[in-house]
């Protein structure tokens, strides 16, 4: 049974930081691509960053480059992603998924386990 649990989301003023923890459980972990994710309501789902199996390459929206930053800790079995500078735009529930090695990141039919979400809100 593969279980991906989101933490780390909440409440925190514009400009402030926050790092959002995927833990991963049910599956061999450093076989599998991670990204993120985020839902703004009234939005489609729309893809943040991402990693793959190797942890050799990243991708990223080109809204958060230069303030958000995905990796990984393998004998963790946990994804992170850390935000910085952080806009109200950025408000959202986010979501980290996984998907079985390959290159494809962006695409989000290509994830076949995703967590539950975790909140997070930025104030202005």
């Known amino acids: 049974q593969v279980q991906l649990v989101e933490s780390g989301g909440g409440l925190v003023q514009a400009g402030g930081s926050l790092r959002l923890s995927c833990a991963a459980s049910?599956?061999?972990?450093?076989?599998?691509?991670m990204a993120w994710f985020r839902q703004a309501p009234g939005k489609e789902r729309e893809f943040v960053a991402g990693?793959?199996?190797?942890?050799?390459?990243?991708d990223y929206t080109d809204f958060v480059k230069g303030r958000f930053t995905i990796s990984r800790d393998n004998a963790k079995n946990t994804a992170y992603l850390q935000m910085n500078t952080l806009k109200p735009e950025d408000t959202a529930v986010y979501y980290c998924?996984?998907?079985?090695?390959?290159?494809?990141?962006?695409?989000?039919?290509?994830?076949?386990?995703w967590g539950q979400g975790t909140q997070v809100t930025v104030s202005s």
């Open positions: 998924a996984a998907k079985y090695r390959g290159l494809l990141l962006r695409a989000d039919r290509v994830y076949n386990y």
């Open positions: 990693i793959t199996w190797t942890g050799s390459t990243t």
């Open positions: 049910g599956l061999a972990f450093s076989n599998y691509a």
